[in-house]
Every structure is written in structure tokens, then in C-alpha cells.
């Protein structure tokens, strides 16, 4: 059975960071590339990160130099590292797998995590 769990959030502090964690089960990672998306209240949901199998990278601007994206294949675990949060962060984040490359639609996604970051 093929999951993505999403693990991590929680309520911080603006400046703080967390490191959320997408432990993937049923699929091989090395396959598959990664993305994380959020939502916050009352918007759509958008990617904000992006690792390829191949390992390059994209970040949506609100993230860059800020957020990091690292995957280890031998834990099958895809992590965000999220720094210098800001109140403006705060939403429900979800992890993706998509074969290859970050394409729409995506082969695999979690239920989310929550971060809240307060002023």
C-alpha cells in the first residue's frame, strides 16, 4: 500500500524553524521526485518546493534561501527544512511524489501537517 505520512508541524514562533518530515511506504524513492505544497486558510494550495529524481531543486520565491528540501532514500523519508518562518508560513503542508520529475498531477500525496507560526 503506498503512503506519504507527513510529520513536524506545530505552533512556533516568527524566526523560529521546524523540519517536517514525509515518510514514503510502497514505492521506491529513488524513482520518484518530490514536492511540497501548502495551504493556508482560504487559499489554494501552491508548491513551494521541489527536489527531481535526478536531485535539482526548485523553490517558489516566498521560500527561497529559507526553506530547503533533502531527501534520504535509505529512510525512504523526504524532509522541508523551514527557517526564518514568518507568520505568513502558516498552513497546512503536504508532500508529493510524482515519477521522475515535479509534474501535475502527482502520483502520491500525504494528509498534511500543520504549521502555525504566531507574531
Known amino acids: 500500500q503506498v503512503q506519504l505520512v507527513e510529520s513536524g508541524g506545530g505552533l512556533v514562533q516568527a524566526g523560529d524553524s521546524l523540519r517536517l518530515s514525509c515518510v514514503a511506504s510502497g514505492f521506491t524513492l529513488d524513482d520518484y521526485a518530490f514536492a511540497w505544497f501548502r495551504q493556508a486558510p482560504g487559499k489554494e494550495r501552491d508548491g513551494i518546493v521541489c527536489?527531481?529524481?535526478?536531485?535539482?531543486?526548485w523553490y517558489a520565491d516566498s521560500v527561497k534561501d529559507r526553506f530547503s528540501i533533502s531527501r534520504d532514500n535509505a529512510k525512504s523519508t523526504v524532509y522541508l527544512q523551514m527557517n526564518s518562518l514568518k507568520v505568513e508560513d502558516t498552513a497546512v503542508y503536504y508532500c508529493?511524489?510524482?515519477?521522475?520529475?515535479?509534474?501535475?498531477?502527482?502520483?502520491?500525496g500525504g494528509q498534511g501537517t500543520q504549521v502555525i507560526v504566531s507574531s
Open positions: 527536489m527531481n529524481r535526478d536531485g535539482t531543486t
Open positions: 508529493v511524489a510524482k515519477r521522475n520529475y515535479c509534474t501535475i498531477p502527482y502520483d502520491y
